[in-house]
């Protein structure tokens, strides 16, 4: 006993860590998809798009065409990024992009100006490289990992961060942090300038491949949140691609979600309900409402029947034969035909008073549907919650009628 209690604490301790862990993600600088969609505009317009200079669109992720930007390797061939104050991030910093290598060497992206470098994420000698700049562009440690897994014609996901109160910086592989060291706290950061990926004017060194969803962050991501955003800003089609809006409801793209505009007659997140059955769709008593196409079904709790579980099971009764302790009362109904089939006597009785102003109701013996005069003699009298026999004397099944309904 004491080990299965043991057992079920580690269990409950387990279960509040993960509630505790869950994962929280700051809101974005900047976002630039750099695929056809978008091209080299930020996903929601936070910022000026990105200028561009003898590119061209090239597959994504995906394979699909369109995806990304190809970078041809040479002093003509980049993006640049106006800087209007939005990507001056001056302390924590985050920078995360997927690239597919051709080359072994340039900036993935780079803050610089015209006579001085600034923060920068880079490709040199085939390896990962990242340098976090003081505001007068003098230098830091840099970071450096010499990645085989940074193969030729191959997506990865990579980026840089640093964090203002911690001094702590990493470099990130797909998703992992493959180098990190501490570089001193509360250095403000060259993020003043121009944003580059390619080329610089200051390095012969361009790079050859493609890029696709570049994000900044004034936060330093932890490991959980740089897995968690691999996907944002990768600009899915997501009305094309899932077609989710239904019974003729207009999509809209929205960042990586969508939203539906629907029809007259239908509401729901994909236009997936009748409006006019939507006002009706409710469950009473703790029920859950199933959505179907154009209809909705209940799923009662424990004690609870009926279409929107708005009757409640009591169990069985046996009438007493003492006149002035009888519980029965008025017929509502006689249901002959249910003579072997109590259940189905049951629920012809709930369809005959449904709407009535009576309080409970029961079936007596198998034929009569019955109101209780009161719920007092049912508990004392043998009442039963185990359910009724198809035999016997005065099965009852009693349940509170739709004037003592609690919505859920």
């Known amino acids: 006993m004491l080990n299965l209690k043991l057992i079920f604490y580690i269990s409950v301790l387990q279960a509040l860590l993960a509630i505790a862990h869950a994962i929280s993600v700051p809101d974005l600088v900047a976002v630039y998809p750099l695929n056809s969609k978008y091209l080299t ?24 065409e369109g995806g990304s930007y190809q970078f041809a390797g040479n002093i003509g061939s980049y993006i640049e990024f106006p800087n209007n104050g939005g990507l001056d991030v001056k ?16 900036p993935l992206f780079q803050y610089a100006g015209t006579e001085h470098w600034g923060v920068h994420l880079w490709m040199a000698n085939g390896g990962l490289f990242s340098l976090f700049l003081r ?45 990190r060291t501490n570089i001193g706290k509360e250095i ?64 809209s793209n929205s960042g990586d979600s969508y939203t539906c505009s629907c029809v007259g007659g239908f509401k729901g997140k994909n236009c997936e309900n009748d409006e006019d059955y ?22 009662c709790k424990k004690g609870f029947i ?34 072997k089939n109590i259940q189905g006597a049951v629920e012809a009785c709930m369809k005959a008073v ?36 198809a035999g016997g004397d005065y099965a009852v099944e009693a349940c509170l009628s739709a004037r003592s309904r609690n919505k859920d």
């Open 41 to 64: 505009k930020e996903i929601k317009n936070r910022l000026p798009p990105g200028i561009l200079r003898d590119e061209s669109l090239a597959p994504g992720i995906d394979g699909k």
């Open 91 to 106: 302390r924590s910093i985050t920078i995360l992009r997927w690239v597919y290598t051709q080359t072994t060497d340039g």
């Open 135 to 179: 505001r007068d562009c003098t230098s830091t440690t840099y970071l450096y990992y010499e990645a085989l897994s940074l193969a030729f014609n191959k997506w990865h996901y990579v980026g840089c961060s640093y964090d203002f109160n911690t001094g702590e910086a990493n470099l990130w592989l797909n998703g992992q942090s493959v180098v």
């Open 188 to 251: 403000v950061l060259a993020t003043q300038d121009e944003g580059r990926i390619d080329a610089i004017n200051m390095d012969e060194r361009y790079f050859q491949g493609r890029i696709t969803a570049a994000q900044i962050y004034d936060v330093a991501l932890n490991a959980d949140q740089i897995k968690a955003v691999e996907d944002a800003g990768r600009g899915a089609d997501v009305c094309e691609d899932k077609k989710p809006c239904q019974n003729g409801g207009k999509c």
């Open 278 to 299: 939507y006002l009706i769709a409710v469950c009473y008593n703790g029920g859950k409402c199933i959505d179907g196409m154009n209809s909705f079904t209940c799923d």
């Open 306 to 339: 009926g279409e929107q579980c708005e009757w409640k099971r009591q169990g069985c009764y046996k009438e007493v034969k003492d006149k002035n302790k009888k519980a029965m009362g008025k017929v509502s109904g006689k249901f002959r035909k249910y003579t």
């Open 354 to 389: 449904k709407g009535k102003a009576q309080e409970v109701f029961s079936v007596r013996g198998k034929f009569d549907c019955v109101m209780l005069k009161g719920r007092a003699y049912y508990k004392v009298y043998d009442a039963s919650s185990k359910g009724c026999k």
